[in-house]
C-alpha cells in the first residue's frame, strides 16, 4: 500500500496504473522485434501476477495467452493499456478504453505536438479529448514507457534492470537506459519505478512525483526535465515531496544551444534555465548540473543519514586527493570543520606524531599498518558537535594490494567498524577510495551494507554538498512558512479598474501609494497637476533637493521626453522646471494626454539593486532580485524565487547573489541594511499575491542604505486581457 | 635514443638517470616489507637488462644477487641509485655516490623541508650541498619514486602497471595510483614514465617536461602539480613541448582551502591559481580543471587527431544526450557548426524523413535498423569545411543489445568504417556511447585500434574542448612571436637611477616620460614648480578642463591630502588650486618636499581598464588587465600572461575577461578600440623587458575611448634591493 502525502486524502490517482494489477497490450504482437511482443514476454519471464489481455484480431494466441479481438472484449475495469500502434490510430482507441474503464494508458507513438506540425498538435488535442471523455490517464505519448520492478511490470523492452529505490522519471529514454547501464556496472543501485512523461499532454511532472512521494518502494525521486507544462504544480508538490523524501532533478537547457536540441526532442518550453534552477531549490529539491551525478547523488541522498550543514571533517591517508578534495569542496560551497580541541587529543592519542591534526586530517602512515585506524578516526570525528559529515579520503580498501596482504584483516575490521559507525551515528559517512573501480573485499562489504563507496573524487565532493543543501533546507524549517497574501485594499483595486479601463498601467505615483498603502517605505510625493500648486510643494519639502518627472500615461520614457528634472532646489528652480518639461514633452508627444507632474526629494546616494515580479507561463508569479547597472545587465547576477516567499526564501536570495559581498560594504561604504531588504521583498511578495490585476513589478532602482532604502521608481503593469504583453525579464 | 626538442644541443640531461642502464638499491634488503626489497623483485620480476647492485653491508646475497657492501665498491658511472634509508643519513650517502659518478639518485625520505621545521630545512640544504658537488642529479626528496616501463624499470613497488604512451609527473604518488588503477579498469590506455618531483630540489618540473618532450615513448605529458619552484623556467620548456606534444596540467589549489591542504603536503608555494592557469595556457599547455578529467583528456589528446578549432558536428541517434551534450558543449565554450547545404542534402539522402539535419543531427530511427549510418554521416559532416570536429553521441555499440543482434554485424561495419575514417581524415572523430561501461563488441573494436570511446558525456566533452583549444593554439603560430623588448633610453635610466638613489619610486610624470618615450600615448602633461610657472601652462591649455596634482616623493595618497584638484578652467582656477594644493599637503605633511604640481587636461569619459606589471618570485614579469572597478575588486575578473607577450596572448587577454562584452559596448556605448588597446598592451610587455630596475607597474586607470585610450595615472615602482616591498597584485 502506499503512504500518503500530507494534504492528500487519497493515494496518488496514478497508483492504479503505476501499479497496476492487468494489463492489455492493444497491439500484441507474435512478432520478436516488435514492442507489442516484447512486453509481453517481458511481463512473462519477469513473473507479473496480475492479468494480461493482448489484443490482436488476427492471432488467437501470442506467447501461449489468447488473444482478444479487439479493446471491446475486454472486462470492465482493466488498470493499464499498452498500445504499441501508430499515432493516428491512438484517440480512437483511447476512446474505447474508456468506454471499458481502463484506468490508464501507455502511449508509445511518437508524431504529435514535439513534431511541431499542425497535423501532430491536431492529433494530440484529439488524443487529449478522448482520454478526458472517457476518464483514462495517459502516459505521453511520445513516451519509452514505464517500469515497477516491485510490481515485476515492466514495459520498455529493455530487460535486467536491477531492482531497487530509485524512482526516476525522465523525458530521454536514452537518460534511462544510461543511467541503468551505470547501474549494472556499479552493481550496487537499482529502481524502483520509471515513468516517461513523453509530451506530458495529460499526466505531468507533478503527478508522477506525488506517485513516487507516496510509493513506499522509492526512497529518492529522480527526474530528468527537459521541460515542465505546469511548473506551478510541480513547486507544490515537491514542497511536500521533499519533506520526507530526496528529490533529484536534472533540468536540460542551461544553455540556448541546449534549449534548442531539447525544443527538437520534446518540444519542451525551456524557460529560463537559472530561474527554474532558483525555484527548485526554493522547494528543496537538490539539482544537479551534470548528468553523470545523478546516479551518485541520488544514491548518496537515498542511503545516508541526512547532513545537518556544510561542515565536513576529512579523514585522509595524506596526499593530493585530501588536496584536490579541498578545492572541489570549497568549490561547493563547504567547509572543512574546526576541529574542538577535545577532537585533536583524541587523535593524537591513536595517530604518529608526523600526523596532521588540522583538517583534513593527515594519518601519515599510521594507517600504513592499520588500516582499521581510519575507522577509529571517523568515529571521534564523528562525536565532535562541530562536524556534520565525515568524509574518508584515500586508499581504504586497497592497503593490502598497497602494502601487505596481512593488512586484509584490519581493512575488513575497519569496514566493519564504519558501518557500525554509520548506523548509530545520526551523521553521513561518505567514503571514497581509489580502490573503489576494482572492488575489493573490504569496499564490497561496505556495499553490501548498503553504505556506498565512491570512484570518483569529483562525485563524492557532490554528494557530500547536495547532502549539506539538503539538510540545511530541512533545518530551516521555522522560517520557511510563506508570507500571507496582504489583504486588498479597494481604493488600490479602483486604481487597477481605473487604469484598466484607461487602457494603461499604474501611473508611478499610483504603483508607489499601492506600495505605501502595504507597509513599503515610499519617500512623500506630490502630484502637481498645475504650475499654481507647485508653491506648496516647494514649501512641503523646504530646501531639500527635489526631483520632478511628469505624469502621463502616453509617455513611458519620460527622460526620453525631456519630463524628468532634478536637483531642484527652490520655489523658481521648481517652476522653471515644471515649464520646461510641459514644453519638452508637448514637443516630444504632441498628442499626449499630460496628467501633470510628480514632486519628490531626490535619493540620498546608495548601493542600487533592482527588484521585479513577473508570471512566468509555466511557473506563475516569480520575484526576482539583483544589484542594479552592470551586475544585472552584463552579468546577469540575480536570483529567483517563486511567490509567496518566506523569510528563509528572501534570505537566501539576498545570500545568493555572487555579488553578495558588495551588500556588506566595499570600497569604505557601510553595511547596506539587510533586515530592511528582507522585509522588502517579504512585503513585494504579499502584495503580488492579494492584487491579481497586477501583471508585472519592477522597481529599479531600489537604493539601499545602512539604515533602510529608497524605492527611486516603481512600475506596476496591469494585467489587461487581450492587451499585448512585452515578455518578462 | 630520445629526440632532442628545438634549441637543445644535447638530448635531456635526465636521459641518463630516467633512463638507466645500471642501477644500485642503497638500502637493499631481504625484509619483504621492505622498499629495499621491492624495487629490487620489481626490476627482477619485470625484466629489467641493465645491472643491479645492492647495498647492504650485512648480507652478501638478496634475491640471487650479490650484494656490495658499501657505494664505494661501486664501479665507476652507475646511472642510477635509489635511497632507501632515513633522512638524516641521505645527504653523505649522496656526497658517497658523487664520488662514485652515480648520475641520479631517487630520494625517497622524507623529513626535509616539507616539513617546514629547521632541521628538515637544514638537511635538505645538506642533501643539496652534497649533490651540487659530486654532481648528482636528485629525484626528490619526499618522492615515491620513479619508473620507466618501457626500459622496464619500476622503482615505484606498485606492480601491474600497464605500459602505454602516457608519461606522467606527479607530486602525489596516491594520484599517480589512482591513474594507474583508472587505466587498469578502463583497460585501454598506460603510461611510459613516471616520476615523483618531490621536494624539487634539485630537478624540477621544467627538467621533467623536457626529458618528457623528448622521450619517443611518451605520447602525452602530464602533470599534476601542486606548486612550481622555477615556473618560468617550466613556462618556456613548455612552450617547446607543446609545439610537438599535448602538455596536461592538472594544478592543485584552485581555493585557498585547497592551497593550504597543498602546502602541509609538499611544501609548495601555491601562487595565484588563475594567474598560473592563464599563464600555463598562454603556452599552449591544456589545464584541466577536475582530477578524473586527467586520464580522458591525456588519452584524447594522444589518440585523436588534431582539430582546427572548436566547431563541432554532433551525429546523434537522438534524445536526452544531444541535449545534455548541447549543454555542456556551450558551457565549454565549444559551437555546434554550421552545417553546409552541400553537408545537409548528403544527410538528407540516407535518413528517414523525420531525420533533423540541423547540428546536432538526430538521425531519428534510422540507425534503429542499420547501425552503419551512423559512420556514414560522420564521414559526411568530416568532409564539411566548416566542422573541425566530429562527435558522435548516442547508443552505438549496444544496438544488437537493445534492439535485435542481428544488427551486430552493421555495428561491426560501423565500427570499421570509422577506424577507416579516422586514419585517412584529419579531424578528430570524438565517440561517446552510453555503452561504453559494457564494451560491446563494436566498441572493443575500436578500442583496439586505438580509437577512444567515452563513457561519459561530460569527460568526452572536455576531450573536445581541449582538442579545439590545442587546436586553436597551434594555428595561431605566426601570431605567437613575441615582442621584442624596447631598447632602454639613458634618460629614462637615469630616472631608475635618481629615483634609486633618493630611495624612492618614479613620481607620475616621470613614469609617463618613460611611457611616453617608448611610444605610449599620454596626454601631455606640465609640471609647475611654482605658482609663476602656471600662465604659460594655462595659456597652453586653452579652455580645455584640466585637472592639477601634487608632486612629491613624500605624499603617496594625492587625494588623501587634498593633493589633487579637478575640473580646472582658466588662469585664476589654476592658481587657487595652486594655493589650495600647497596648504593643504603642508597641513597633511609638513616635512614633506614638495615639488610642484602637474597639470594636464582631464581625460574624457569612458571605459575604465586597468594594466598592471608584477614581477612574480615564481614567473617572473606578469602582465594583468581587467575592466576596473568592482569588476577587479569584487569580481576579480582579470586575466595574466608571462611577459613578454605575443599579440596573440594580448588579444586573447582582451577576449577572456568575463566581462569581454563590455567592451564590445554596452548601454549605448560604441565599442573600444580593441586594436589600441592591444598594442599598449604589447608596448608595456616590451618596456618592461627593457628596464630591469622596474620592479612594478600600475596603470590605473586606462581610459578606453573608440579612438584610443587615455592613460590617467601611472605608478612605477622602481627595484631597490633591500627595501621593504609591498606584495603583488
Known amino acids: ?41 517481458g511481463l512473462i519471464k519477469d513473473g507479473y501476477r496480475g492479468s494480461i489481455y493482448p489484443i490482436n484480431p488476427k492471432t488467437d494466441m501470442i506467447l501461449g495467452i489468447r488473444t ?26 483511447v476512446r474505447e478504453c474508456g468506454r471499458k474503464g481502463v484506468k490508464g494508458a501507455v502511449i508509445l507513438a511518437s508524431g504529435f505536438r514535439e513534431t511541431g506540425r499542425p497535423e501532430g498538435i491536431q492529433l494530440e488535442k484529439d488524443l487529449l479529448e478522448a482520454a478526458r471523455e472517457g476518464k483514462v490517464r495517459v502516459i505521453g505519448p511520445n513516451t519509452s514507457g514505464m517500469f515497477n520492478l516491485h510490481k515485476k511490470v515492466n514495459l520498455l523492452a529493455l530487460a535486467n534492470i536491477k531492482a531497487g529505490d530509485i524512482g526516476f522519471i525522465s523525458q530521454s529514454g536514452n537518460m534511462l537506459l544510461s543511467l541503468v547501464l551505470e547501474a549494472e556496472h556499479n552493481g550496487h543501485v537499482g529502481f524502483s519505478t520509471y515513468a516517461g512523461p513523453g509530451n506530458q499532454t495529460d499526466i505531468g511532472f507533478n503527478d508522477y512525483l506525488r506517485y513516487l512521494g507516496e510509493d513506499p518502494c522509492t526512497r529518492v525521486a529522480t527526474l530528468y526535465v527537459e521541460g515542465f507544462r505546469d511548473g506551478r504544480r510541480f513547486l507544490n508538490m515537491a514542497r511536500q515531496v521533499t519533506e520526507t523524501k530526496p528529490v533529484v532533478v536534472y533540468k536540460s537547457g542551461a544553455t540556448e544551444q541546449g534549449q534548442k536540441a531539447a525544443a527538437s526532442h520534446t518540444g519542451a518550453l525551456a524557460g529560463s534555465y537559472e530561474m527554474t534552477v532558483d525555484l527548485l531549490r526554493q522547494v528543496g529539491v537538490n539539482v544537479v548540473q551534470n548528468s553523470d551525478e545523478i546516479l551518485p547523488v541520488a544514491e548518496g541522498l537515498g542511503l545516508l543519514q541526512q547532513a545537518r550543514g556544510k561542515r565536513v571533517a576529512m579523514v585522509s591517508d595524506g596526499g593530493g586527493q585530501a588536496t584536490i578534495a579541498s578545492d572541489r569542496l570549497a568549490e561547493a560551497g563547504v567547509e572543512l570543520a574546526q576541529l574542538s580541541d ?65 593488512l586484509l584483516g584490519g581493512e575488513m575490521r575497519g569496514a566493519e567498524s564504519m558501518i557500525e559507525l554509520w548506523r548509530k551515528c545520526r551523521k553521513p559517512l561518505v567514503i571514497y577510495s581509489l580502490y573503489e573501480a576494482i572492488r575489493p573485499p573490504a569496499l564490497r562489504r561496505l556495499h553490501e551494507a548498503g553504505l556506498p563507496v565512491y570512484a570518483s573524487l569529483e562525485n563524492a565532493v557532490r554528494v557530500i554538498a547536495a547532502l549539506g543543501e539538503r539538510g540545511i533546507y530541512l533545518a530551516a524549517s521555522d522560517e520557511k512558512r510563506n508570507v500571507p497574501a496582504a489583504t486588498p485594499i479597494q481604493q488600490m483595486q479602483a486604481h487597477f479598474a481605473t487604469a484598466r479601463s484607461e487602457g494603461r498601467d499604474l501611473f508611478e505615483y499610483e504603483a508607489k501609494a499601492l506600495l505605501r498603502a502595504h507597509g513599503v517605505d515610499i519617500q512623500e510625493e506630490l502630484v502637481a497637476h498645475s504650475a499654481d500648486e507647485l508653491d506648496p510643494i516647494a514649501e512641503r519639502f523646504g530646501d531639500q533637493p527635489l526631483v520632478m518627472k511628469v505624469v502621463s500615461k502616453d509617455i513611458l520614457h519620460k527622460s526620453d521626453a525631456g519630463g524628468v528634472k532634478l536637483n531642484l532646489v527652490g520655489e523658481q528652480a521648481l517652476h522653471k522646471a515644471f515649464d520646461r518639461i510641459m514644453a519638452s514633452c ?15 526629494p531626490m535619493a540620498r546616494r546608495g548601493l542600487e539593486v533592482i527588484i521585479g515580479v513577473m508570471r512566468d507561463p509555466i511557473f506563475g508569479p516569480v520575484l526576482m532580485f539583483g544589484l542594479g547597472g552592470i551586475f544585472v545587465e552584463i552579468l546577469k547576477d540575480v536570483t529567483f524565487r517563486a511567490i509567496p516567499l518566506s523569510r528563509y526564501d528572501a534570505r537566501s536570495m539576498v545570500e545568493q547573489i555572487k555579488a553578495n559581498k558588495v551588500l556588506r560594504g566595499v570600497r569604505g561604504e557601510a553595511a547596506v541594511d539587510k533586515e530592511a531588504l528582507v522585509d522588502l521583498l517579504l512585503k513585494i511578495s504579499s502584495i503580488v499575491e492579494a492584487y491579481p490585476e497586477l501583471a508585472e513589478l519592477d522597481l529599479n532602482p531600489v537604493i539601499l542604505y545602512d539604515d533602510g532604502y529608497a524605492v527611486v521608481d516603481a512600475r506596476v503593469i496591469v494585467d489587461r486581457p487581450g492587451a499585448e504583453r512585452k515578455g518578462g525579464h
Chains 1, 2 share one sequence.
Not at 583524541?346 to 601519515?364: E, F, G, T, Y
Not at 508637448?586 to 499626449?592: K, L, S, V
Open 342 to 406: 577535545t577532537t585533536r587529543q583524541r587523535l593524537a592519542a591513536i595517530l604518529v606524531p608526523q600526523a596532521s591534526l588540522a583538517n583534513p586530517i593527515d594519518v601519515a602512515g599510521t594507517s600504513d599498518s592499520d588500516p582499521a585506524v581510519l575507522a577509529k578516526c571517523m568515529e571521534i570525528v564523528a562525536e565532535d558537535d562541530g562536524v556534520d559529515t565525515i568524509f574518508l579520503v584515500g586508499m581504504f580498501g586497497g592497503y593490502y594490494l598497497r602494502f601487505a596482504e596481512d
Open 68 to 93: 482478444l479481438p479487439s479493446i471491446d472484449a475486454l472486462p470492465d475495469g482493466v488498470d493499464l493499456a499498452l498500445i504499441c500502434t501508430p499515432g493516428p490510430t491512438v484517440p480512437a482507441l
Open 1 to 41: 500500500m502506499p503512504t500518503k502525502l500530507n494534504g492528500f486524502n487519497e493515494s496518488s490517482p496514478l497508483h492504479d496504473f503505476l501499479s497496476p494489477d492487468s494489463i492489455t497490450i492493444v497491439g500484441a504482437s507474435a512478432d520478436p522485434t516488435k514492442r507489442g511482443y516484447k512486453a509481453m514476454i
Open 586 to 600: 508637448r514637443d516630444y508627444a504632441p498628442e499626449a494626454d499630460i496628467n501633470g507632474v510628480l514632486v519628490t
